[in-house]
């Protein structure tokens, strides 16, 4: 049975080099199912066998820290996946 990992990120873009390509294409080499849910608003997609979850965007640094945790909260559980790894402090208190 193949692991599931999520990394979920509320500030970063999806093409950040660390979260991106250091750490999701790794996994995804090292045969694991990766998922990486962004705000960004461009959409969802699959890139490189990475799959893109975008939840949306919004305006200003309060309503990502109170708006965007529960979004993700509420699409990430869908996923059910073995392994969560988040990226920014406003995460903290969903994970």
Known sequence: MVKRVVHLTTAHARGDV???LKECLSLTS???EVHLMVADGLGPEVVSGVAIHDVGVVNGRFQRMLILPWKMFFKVRKLRASIY???DPELHFIA
């Open 18 to 20: 660390r979260i991106f």
């Open 30 to 32: 090292g045969g694991y």
């Open 85 to 87: 790894h988040y990226h």
